[in-house]
């Protein structure tokens, strides 16, 4: 059965760092991959999802995440974060719907 | 345009009870979607329902049952609750009508439940 593995639970960065969140999926073949991102009081909501085509999509607030098919890899990347990044960030599979646990990210100024 | 909205917003219920919980999607969106969120197994996918009918169906018992109706309005219901049944359970919308396997999910605010 799918799975996807975010590595890391909780990541603290100072604003301006930047960013790599790891995503990993388990089963081969074609994919639907996606990042979803929850805000603090507010609901879960898109960040970027890619279909196929260019393995670097980029998403809205500066976020960009890059397929390798041969790592079943889908890493979300911002090269500088701000304070307003903390939230927490799920990545998704399909088929079937799956989504990681999360990675709670939180920005210090 | 309206968000998805989810009713209640919380809610305290004890062993053995049953709760209904109802989820409006987006105006013109014809599927719902239902997920569990707890600290420990993070969003866990229930049930999605398109055009009244259950379309995809996690891995859950069959205490955990929902329905949509011709409005697109969908309930889920959860008979004889356990402890372990404290979420926050989340509604989403799409249009339904694409690919499903690429549809951008429009999620609710949730509803959490405590079961004492």
């Known amino acids: 059965a799918q799975s996807v593995s975010q590595h890391n639970h909780h990541v603290i960065l100072s604003e301006a760092a930047s960013l790599e969140l790891g995503c990993n999926y388990s089963y081969g073949g074609t994919v639907n991959l996606f990042w979803y991102v929850q805000y603090p009081g507010q609901h879960l909501q898109l960040l970027l999802k890619?279909?196929?085509?260019?393995?670097l999509v980029k998403g809205i607030k500066g976020f960009e995440a890059e397929f390798i098919k041969s790592k079943f890899s889908f890493n979300l990347r911002k090269p500088s974060v701000q304070w307003s990044d903390t939230a927490e960030y799920f990545c998704a599979v399909t088929p079937p719907l799956v989504f990681g646990k999360g990675t709670r990210l939180s920005v210090i100024a | 345009k309206a968000g998805v909205t989810q009713t209640p917003r919380y809610l305290i219920k004890t062993r053995g009870q049953q709760v209904t919980l109802s989820c409006s999607p987006i105006s013109g969106h014809r599927s719902v979607s239902w997920y569990q969120q707890t600290p420990g197994q993070g969003l866990q996918f229930l049930f999605e329902?398109?055009?009244?009918?259950?379309?995809n169906k996690g891995n859950f018992p069959g205490r955990f049952s929902g329905r949509q109706f011709s409005n697109s309005r969908s309930e889920m219901n959860v008979s004889t609750l356990e402890l372990g049944d404290s979420a926050l359970y989340l509604c989403?919308?799409?249009f339904g009508t694409g690919l499903a396997v690429q549809e951008t999910q429009y999620f609710g605010p949730g509803t959490r439940l405590l079961v004492l």
């Open positions: 329902y398109f055009s009244e009918t259950q379309r």
């Open positions: 989403a919308s799409s």
């Open positions: 890619y279909f196929s085509g260019d393995p």
